[in-house]
DNA sequence: GTGCTTGTGTTAGAATATCTAACAAATGGA
DNA sequence: TCCATTTGTTAGATATTCTAACACAAGCAC
């Protein structure tokens, strides 16, 4: 964590490129992505919109450094998480906490999941770069499924043809990982990531009933299978 | 379908409108909802941007109007996915039919379904107006899901619980719907929307699986549930 | 046909945005 | 002390949305 020895200068523009993000998050968290601007923020900080350059290559660099922290961030709360629940805690209860975790960080911050998660923007984080960022915040799922028993899927169907698809795929990333739980990660990320999406995005609006328990159910049902 | 006698006015006016719809489309498809714009279409058609303002309130109008013919562009597939696939088809292929559909109207065309479920953009339609809009999208799978048979969720479980509270909600808007089916009906939605979603934000790509795949097997496992 | 109302387009302009260029000033090390 | 680097400034090109004021044309009543 820690870098090199900072001089005076390093520190004062590590601490202005900090404030500026942190204005240009809570436009976000006000307009959406539209309302980030570089001059507004310059104006808020006390200094003209062009010098804000000299942080910021663009606003499009601003707002990648922004999404970059946001997966951190989520990936961060996963594995703190995880490593509350050592290896005694089964591994249903590490992901049913994993599960709730991702989902809370997502309703305190609705305007951050969706700039992971949400319509990608053009201009921003390269599609290939994401997968990376994404698959750290998948890693502690991985890890407690990897516990979980795995029964095989009937040769010849079509379970067993996407496990060895993507066996193929993740022996080159990882060599510990296996096609059948991965399967089951890409699961449990597509069904949360599917509620979590649309309550955010206020679809279950005045639908008269309880999204955590939608939620909980579904985790029921990710257990069960 | 049919509507009022239309004066020669108003037909132009409605050939505009169309075009003028049209031009934003492709604007959307090209660079997302940030690169529509009313000056460019104007220049585009050949008239000034301010001539447009005759026709679309705002930008936020435009994007309003957009964004409703999407939706019911997706319920209308849906219902003529419906209508081909008569009483007399197994509810299952019914559902399996459905849920193709919807992802093949998705991958033709990304930029309107992340219209419709993904990030919304603030000062479009207000998510109350919304809420019908995607029950209609909905309503054949509710249909096709009565007609399968119903088991009933343990007194007291969670299950239990949340089919009740979307029991006494889902009466007051259709006295024919059920508890049980609206549940199924949601777990349907939230779950095709996660795999959709992501594969349309290109999540899945460079991870050497064939989502079409992952899609078939998640059907699967809805209609085994 | 004459003339009025309505609709449709124009230009001009205010406000805001990104971003570049040229210049000024402050900071920090040799 | 001097010089290079960094950080800030203003000015300007170009784009946006949207309003206001004005010109023209199309449609309808008489």
Avoid: C
């Avoid at 502690?140 to 079509?158: E, H, K, Q, T, Y």
């Avoid at 399967?183 to 949360?192: A, C, K, N, P, Q």
């Amino acid at each position: 964590m820690v870098g090199q020895p900072v001089s005076r200068r390093e520190r004062y523009r590590a601490e202005t490129r900090e404030e500026a993000k942190g204005i240009a998050l809570r436009q976000l968290a006000e307009g959406g992505t539209g309302a980030v601007s570089l001059n507004a923020i310059g104006k808020e900080m006390g200094i003209t919109g062009p010098a804000l350059y000299r942080y910021f290559a663009s606003r499009d660099a601003l707002l990648t450094e922004i999404i970059i922290d946001a997966y951190s961030d989520l990936a961060a709360a996963t594995e703190v998480v995880a490593a509350r629940q050592g290896d005694d805690v089964a591994p249903q209860e590490r992901l049913r906490a994993l599960a709730e975790v991702i989902r809370a960080w997502a309703l305190t911050q609705p305007h951050r999941y969706l700039l992971l998660y949400g319509t990608p923007v053009p201009g921003y984080v390269a599609p290939d770069d994401t997968v990376p960022l994404a698959r750290r915040v998948l890693v502690p799922f991985l890890d407690a499924l990897s516990a979980l028993p795995v029964m095989g899927a009937i040769p010849g169907s079509r379970l067993a043809v996407l496990e060895a698809q993507l066996a193929t795929w993740v022996r080159a990333t990882d060599p510990h990982m296996v096609g059948p739980v991965f399967r089951r990660g890409l699961v449990w990320w597509t069904r949360l990531h599917g509620l979590i999406s649309l309550e955010v995005e206020g679809h279950f609006a005045s639908m008269g009933f309880d999204p955590a328990l939608l939620y909980d159910t579904e985790i029921d049902a990710l257990l069960d299978g």
